[in-house]
């Protein structure tokens, strides 16, 4: 994971040459190399289970300013990681996942900002996770409570890792912010799950941000959602090489199971339209085999698409990382006041969902951006309206734009002018006192 | 700030919770925020211009007025600004009183179609008006409701909205003299191009 900071190599192309770049012009952050910090300290989870001690990965770009000021946190989606922007090496040919919207003069612009995005723990890139070691299998003679381990040979988590929530890693997030002395961020930035991060945040530390961007988000999961997570979790324990979720030891691993997953959860990051536009009917060989092989383009697309998948992730992180998005619940910690049901006795759910997102949202204390994207069906605008409503009938600061744009779900991971421009005005844009805050509900 | 705007202003309480309907870049919205201290959100479709206000700092919603007010609970605001947003939308009447639903009171602009030049241009040259408050043709304009001062009077009147002040303006730069003004507020529907008015649902006290 650890990658060289000098760009010397004379192979260099053209990845850190970008990074001195001149005012005005775009470019990559350049090489990056993460860092990694060690928690001591037990961390007790929303599952009241504890960990001993965590890891967490992460990746900076740009440079803090002296007061602190100009930090933002970038949160990761389900199968992102830490490198969102730039290069590990100078051979290495795929910048991090956000790199159009992170780097000097892009709508996150590293020129101003200081950028700081880490790997949430359950994760399988660096920080604590289903692939660690998990101590209570290390050093059986000098840990007494370790019973079940007869042999001493250090065992990975495995299945036995906690289920963890997003809850979960905005409190680990918080500890790192402590730990780089950052007290306010200027803005938290998120997508997809990494807004649900975004949300969460502003409600469970109001005073720790300014500014909160929650793209193609949800308030909570639907039953839709959850039934697909469903499909996608049955698919990796149906597989017999899952072997229980301890598939390191036995020397297998639930490929078959997890590109099943992930070819499930691909399909509801696109739309008819795009892979129509994409595949159509073609198929590989030009006719009909009349057999179970890939024959059309999208299935071609859909293997190839798993087959990569599982090779860079881990069963039990997706597992984990499903249930993370079905727990999401940012009115969790706020029971609906009696009082807030009103006159209506029988309150129509969506209403009651209104209320009950207002009344988490009413201590918030940032300015918000919601952006959705008009072919999501995953996490459709209705969806992203709704935090939008409750935030307004709250009175607090909020734009929003629907932008229209065909990749559906994924269109977030795209460059699309109209939605990086909202992103950097808003980021840039004059910090609106906290008047609006104070003013509170009317309704 | 456009003469309209600044009429608007006026009747704005300082301080106050208002709604911005096609708030355009948020002109008049950072003008009230700053001077005023007035809170709210500006509602928009127009792409450039949400992102224009998002960057002065504002709070812009991207929604289509045609979709009504129906996210917004009753009386959430104090005054709801509509700016020369009446005569496109595809139900005035129904906005209107939805404006009145979710505010106290509503401020809301419009072209006056019985401006002088407009009948001479329909009335002698026999086509339809282009003027600077009307500056489409008639195959690409977003005015689909035109109407006149007598006509919103009349909506008003049949609707019960009372309406607490009533002014009229000139775009043009020959409507700013005083004598012009004079007569303008004698013969508002011939000789003002704009029309500003200050309703509410019922008269108060």
């Known amino acids: 994971m650890s990658a060289r900071s000098d760009s010397t190599s004379e192979h260099s192309p053209n990845h850190a040459a970008n990074a001195t770049d001149t005012v005005g012009s775009v470019g990559s952050v350049g090489i990056v190399t993460p860092q990694t910090f ?3 300290e037990p961390l007790t989870l929303e599952c009241n289970r504890t960990l001993p001690s965590f890891d967490l990965i992460f990746e900076t770009y740009g440079t803090l300013n002296s007061d602190k000021s100009n930090a933002i946190l970038i949160c990761h989606a389900l199968s992102g990681s830490h490198h969102a922007a730039g ?3 100078d051979d290495d040919k795929k910048a991090g996942w956000w790199d159009n919207m992170i780097g000097p003069n892009k709508a996150i612009d590293t020129n101003q900002f200081f950028v700081v995005c880490v790997n949430n723990i359950g994760s399988c890139f660096g920080s604590t996770g289903p692939t660690t070691i998990n101590p209570d299998t290390v050093n059986s003679s000098q840990k007494s409570t370790n019973k079940n381990n007869e042999n001493s040979e250090p065992q990975v988590y495995g299945p036995d890792f ?3 929530t997003i809850k979960d890693w905005v409190k680990t997030q918080a500890m790192l912010s402590d730990r780089l002395g950052i007290e306010v961020w200027h803005a938290i930035v998120g997508g997809s799950m990494g807004g649900m991060q975004a949300l969460q945040w502003s409600v469970d530390y109001p005073e720790r941000l300014k500014r909160c961007v929650v793209i193609a988000s949800t308030p909570k999961l639907s039953a839709q959602n959850i039934a697909f997570n469903e499909v996608a979790r049955q698919s990796i324990l149906s597989d017999p090489d899952f072997k229980d979720g301890r598939y390191l030891q036995a020397g297998t691993y639930p490929r078959r199971g997890l590109i099943l997953a992930r070819m499930v959860g691909h399909i509801t990051y696109l739309t008819d339209d795009a892979m129509k536009a994409k595949f159509g009917r073609d198929l590989k060989s030009g006719k009909f085999m009349y057999g179970y092989d890939v024959e059309f383009q999208v299935e071609s697309y859909l293997r190839y698409q798993g087959e990569r998948f599982s090779e860079n992730f881990d069963a039990n992180t997706y597992l984990l990382m499903t249930k993370a998005l079905d727990y999401f619940d940012p009115t969790r910690d706020y029971p609906l006041a009696v ?3 009103s006159a209506s006795v029988k309150a129509e759910s969506a209403e009651k969902e209104l209320s009950a997102l207002k009344v988490a949202f009413a201590h918030t204390q ?4 919601v952006v959705s994207f008009t072919t999501d069906w995953r996490f459709a605008p209705e969806r992203s309206q709704e935090i939008v409503d409750a935030l307004m009938a709250t009175g607090k600061p909020v734009s929003y734009i629907n932008v229209d744009a065909p990749h559906g779900h994924d269109s977030f991971l795209f460059d699309i002018p109209r939605y990086m421009g909202a992103v950097k005005g808003f980021l840039t844009a004059p910090f609106i006192a906290n008047s609006m805050i104070a003013k509170g509900a009317r309704s | ?23 355009g870049n948020g002109e008049l919205l950072a003008h009230l925020q700053q001077n005023l201290g007035v809170t709210g959100y500006g509602l928009e479709i127009d792409e450039d211009k949400i992102n224009e206000a998002i960057t002065k700092g504002l709070s812009i919603v991207e929604q289509d007025l045609n979709d009504g007010l129906s996210r917004f609970a009753d009386d959430s605001f104090d005054t709801v600004v509509m700016a020369r947003a009446l005569q496109a939308v595809k139900a005035p009447d129904v906005l209107l009183l939805d404006m009145l639903r979710v505010a106290r009171e509503a401020v809301i602009t419009f072209p006056n179609f019985a401006h002088w030049q407009n009948r001479l241009h329909l009335g002698l040259k026999g086509l339809m008006p282009v003027s600077e408050a ?4 008639w195959y690409n304009t977003p005015n689909i409701h035109l109407c006149t001062f007598k006509d919103f009077e009349q909506l008003c009147a049949q609707h019960d909205i009372h309406i607490i002040n009533r002014f009229a303006v000139s775009d043009s730069e020959k409507g700013h003299n005083p004598l012009m003004t004079a007569l303008i507020r004698q013969a508002p529907n011939l000789l003002a191009d704009v029309a500003i008015y200050r309703v509410s649902k019922q008269k108060r006290d």
């Open chain 1, 366 to 369: 940032c300015q918000y951006l």
């Open chain 1, 162 to 164: 906690p289920l963890v």
């Open chain 1, 87 to 89: 290069f590990h090496s």
């Open chain 2, 1 to 23: 700030m456009r003469m309209d705007h600044q009429l608007a202003e006026r009747w704005i309480a300082p301080h106050s919770h208002v709604l911005d309907l096609g708030c």
């Open chain 1, 339 to 341: 009082t807030l049901e």
């Open chain 2, 134 to 137: 009307l500056p489409y043709e």
């Open chain 1, 38 to 40: 060690h928690f001591a």
